[in-house]
């Protein structure tokens, strides 16, 4: 049974830190890149980040790039995203995904994907 487990939401005040983890199992995990998207109310979802297989290469969209950072961990099957310098309009479902990963997220590029964790931004 395939699953992409999120944890590491909650509430941070602006400027604040939080790292988000992706558990995965069911897959053969170091064959997927790992993907992180994420949606607001109201709004459609949208990358931020993912990180390849085969030689760990990363890519960011641009309104988190300085301020994220993506890492995985294939003995424990986890990926992670560090997220420092958060934002207001960082508050957001965070999703995990296993797929492909290129320069521009598309989201019909993944296969499998988490439940979400919430993450907001507030004081």
């Known amino acids: 049974q395939v699953q992409l487990v999120e944890s590491g939401g909650g509430l941070v005040q602006p400027g604040g830190s939080l790292r988000l983890s992706c558990a995965a199992s069911?897959?053969?995990?170091?064959?997927?890149?790992i993907g992180w998207f994420r949606q607001a109310p109201g709004k459609e979802r949208e990358g931020v980040s993912c990180?390849?297989?085969?030689?760990?290469?990363?890519y960011y969209e641009d309104f988190v790039k300085g301020r994220f950072t993506i890492s995985r961990d294939d003995a424990k099957n986890t990926v992670y995203l560090q997220m420092d310098n958060l934002k207001p309009e960082d508050t957001a479902v965070y999703y995990c995904?296993?797929?492909?990963?290129?320069?521009?997220?598309?989201?019909?590029?993944?296969?499998?994907w988490g439940q979400g964790t919430q993450v907001t931004v507030s004081s």
């Open positions: 990180i390849t297989h085969n030689d760990n290469t990363t």
């Open positions: 995904a296993a797929g492909g990963c290129f320069r521009y997220m598309i989201s019909s590029e993944y296969e499998y």
């Open positions: 069911g897959f053969t995990f170091n064959w997927y890149g």
